[in-house]
């Protein structure tokens, strides 16, 4: 197996001085600033709408906004769809004007967007400026020939989230399909940078301009290499770089004379004792501040996060961190929130970073898309590694075809931006280069001609070109799994440096039990390609339960989906996954419930609830803390079915999910006695309840004290 040594710098742009758009500030003239552009917008929802009408509609014509923004509310905790949802698709428009006479004089006026849902088209003042197809990624359009430098300047985009289907202005933009909803509008952040003529690029896929790569020697020392892309050099200036610590010492600096054009330079810094990026038990960064520097000093800079680690993954034993073995389990997460879509502000960033860390989880799959800058950010300073994804998702065609050159054009473009804009993160281990793309073959939906494998070959080798210090990765869904298939479904196991297996015993098909067996079957067959479970996992509705879910025969696509079915699946997967070494990591699908308008299932409407935590992050599922108490060191006393509060027959269990040895149980003060918890779940059976009100706890010691927890069911006469 190739051993993969990985970089470890995190993207990040100059600080940033926040002002009303329409009276933007004036920076000082030696370096790069940024003004945040999130007030004033204007929003219309109109597909008649033309950009010569749009900057000529009244303000009272527009909807007053701000960023981060989408139209799109898609979800609700209910049977049928009310008001709260908003599933248009089609053409979302923004409009706001700037104050050409606060520019700083002299720079470069490039705009920033983190991210458009789904194809951006942009004009300044009347003239197009660019366009930019793809959802989920930064890009940059330089708009200093088109501003008025004196006058009010007029900005309006069109942001069009049109369903993909043949014959649509999104036909050859990934995804193609996938269960998840595209969210339209301005949905992350977007600012206006201030450049000087000689900056580090901008135009370069939406990067940083500024990449480096550790390298270890056997004595344990270092060396950075820098790589700087340039635009606007003179012969007076030079590349500055300085490594600093977390305490801002000065580690290491380099510097290089540059020549007029020159477009490219290299440096490279020796550090000779590291503190590694250690994952979740010690997540060290260092800052390296890269500087384009001339006699009156610094023109531009650029400064970003640097994490010094290797890591290397066996076929046979995992994956190893800096030379120790690390048995990665996490979650996969969608981008959404109930009531919200895709604009999240930074609050709910940290929100799901913080629960995916109290589970006790060290990876975290970025399904099946780039997500926002912040969130790879905060993977990097928790310690969680990152598995990040290319939207290519379940086809290549809508019929019997191959990828159209336009698609594999786009594919291309957005794997670019994936790498470059998060080429420098230390938690970034591996690039997935597409996500189940064999499942409309395996299904008969598509015939042989829609076969992914050629893009994803094309996907493979641009990949290793623009990072060969990661493998790639794939998420297969269908090899080998019961059912019938289609003759031609071609494998796609080696098609990857690694493989992921999207797997879903007991809740698609076969039995919790055959998971195992089945792996050991793959690994068989695949001895020198590194295997993960890149999905497991079952639907959980937090207003429906069932006593025996070992019994229960549930309806995948339909209701009801008890929540104690979910958590059944759960305690029969994990076990197998966890006694196999030679899977190198392990998602659970999914760390939330997500929008999904395919889903009409459990208690919800366009929900997908496979999730650990509800869509609006307010109730953690019983096998949140089945999870909790295996992987956590935090004491965990979780009394399960806890939301099944009416009962109408008296006998039942009671069950707790717990990291101690036993727990001791009550029901209405009277004690039941200690129950031994094996594999962290407690279980005291044939309990009877009492008419009425019930009252059952359960507590454990722990070094550091008692924990308790407590539940009240009603038992009433059945109907």
């Known amino acids: 197996m190739k051993r993969f040594l990985a970089p470890a710098i995190a993207t990040a742009l100059a600080a940033c001085t926040a002002a009303p758009p329409t009276s933007l500030p004036r920076p000082p003239a030696e370096t790069r600033t940024a003004t945040e552009l999130s007030a004033a917008w204007q929003f219309r929802f109109d597909n008649a709408l033309t950009p010569d009408a749009a900057f000529a509609l009244p303000d009272t014509a527009w909807e007053a906004v701000q960023l981060p923004h989408t139209w799109n509310r898609l979800g609700e905790y209910r049977i049928g769809r009310t008001e709260a949802t908003d599933n248009r698709q089609g053409l979302g428009w923004y409009r706001l004007n700037i104050d050409g006479a606060a520019l700083p004089a002299g720079k470069r006026h490039v705009i920033e967007f983190d991210a458009v849902g789904n194809i951006a088209d942009f004009w300044v003042n009347g003239r197009h400026a660019g366009r930019h197809a793809g959802a989920f990624s930064r890009f940059r359009l330089d708009l200093t020939d088109l501003l008025d430098p004196s006058g009010v300047n007029t900005l309006v985009l069109r942001a069009d989230n049109n369903a993909p289907k043949p014959g649509s202005s999104t036909e050859h933009v990934n995804p193609l399909n996938g269960d998840f909803f595209i969210h339209g509008g301005i949905y992350r952040p977007a600012r206006l940078l201030h450049v000087a003529p000689s900056h580090f690029a901008l135009d370069d896929y939406g990067g940083p301009g500024v990449y480096a790569t550790p390298r270890f020697a056997a004595d344990g020392s270092a060396t950075l290499s820098v790589r700087a892309r340039l635009a606007g050099t003179t012969s007076a200036q030079s590349l500055v770089t300085i490594l600093r610590n977390a305490d801002g010492a000065t580690v290491a600096e380099a510097t290089t004379p540059l020549s007029a054009g020159q477009t490219e330079a290299q440096q490279t810094l020796s550090v000779a004792a590291p503190r590694r990026w250690n994952g979740r038990p010690d997540p060290y960064l260092y800052r390296l501040e890269a500087q384009l520097v001339e006699r009156s000093g610094a023109v531009d800079s650029v400064t970003v996060p640097v994490g010094f680690r290797e890591f290397r993954i066996d076929p046979d034993k995992g994956f190893f961190l800096n030379g120790r073995h690390v048995a990665l389990h996490g979650v996969s997460r969608h981008q959404d929130y109930l009531g919200k879509g ?256 395919i889903r009409q299932e459990g208690d919800a409407t366009d929900i997908n609830d496979k999730g650990l935590v509800t869509f609006d992050r307010k109730v953690k599922k019983d096998v949140f803390f089945y999870y909790k108490a295996q992987w956590s060191p935090e004491p965990v006393v979780h009394i399960t079915s806890r939301r099944w509060t009416e009962r109408t027959e008296p006998k039942t269990k009671i069950k707790v999910y717990s990291n101690a040895d036993r727990v001791t149980l009550t029901l209405n003060g009277a004690p039941l006695g200690e ?22 706890t359960a507590s454990a010691t722990f070094i550091d004290g008692k924990v308790e927890d407590r539940v009240e069911w009603t038992l009433t006469a059945a109907p």
């Open 342 to 597: 895709w604009a999240l502000d930074p609050e709910d960033h940290e929100r799901d970073m913080e629960l995916i860390a109290e589970m006790g989880a060290n990876t975290v799959r970025f399904a099946h898309y780039q997500h926002a800058p912040l969130w790879f950010e905060l993977a990097d300073r928790y310690g969680m590694t990152v598995w990040a994804e290319l939207p290519f998702v379940n086809a290549v065609a809508f019929t019997d075809a191959p990828a159209s050159p336009e698609l594999v054009a786009n594919a291309r473009q957005q794997m670019l931006e994936l790498i470059r804009q998060n080429y420098n993160h230390p938690s970034v281990i591996t690039w997935g280069i597409g996500n189940e793309v064999d499942i409309d073959l395996a299904f008969n939906r598509l015939g042989p001609k829609a076969d992914a494998r050629p893009l994803l070959r094309e996907l493979n080798a641009l990949t290793h070109a623009e990072d060969p210090t990661r493998p790639t990765v794939i998420a297969d869904c269908c090899e080998a799994t019961p059912g019938d298939k289609a003759p031609y479904l071609p494998p796609l196991t080696g098609e990857a440096d690694l493989m992921g297996y999207n797997r879903y015993f007991g809740w698609y098909y076969g039995r919790p039990a055959d998971l195992g067996p089945h792996l050991d079957a793959l690994h068989a067959r695949y001895p020198r390609v590194p295997l993960s479970v890149s999905e497991y996992g079952a639907g959980g509705a937090t207003s429906q339960h069932v006593e025996s879910p070992e019994t229960f025969k549930i309806k995948t696509a339909g209701r009801p989906h008890p929540e104690e079915f979910e958590s059944w699946i759960h305690e029969q997967s994990w076990p197998q996954l966890r006694d196999r070494p030679y899977l190198w990591a392990n998602w659970i699908w999914n760390m939330f419930d997500f929008s999904s308008k």
């Open 675 to 696: 129950v031994p918890c094996v594999d962290r779940i407690c279980t005291l059976e044939g309990v009877t309840l009492a008419s009425g009100s019930n009252v059952a």
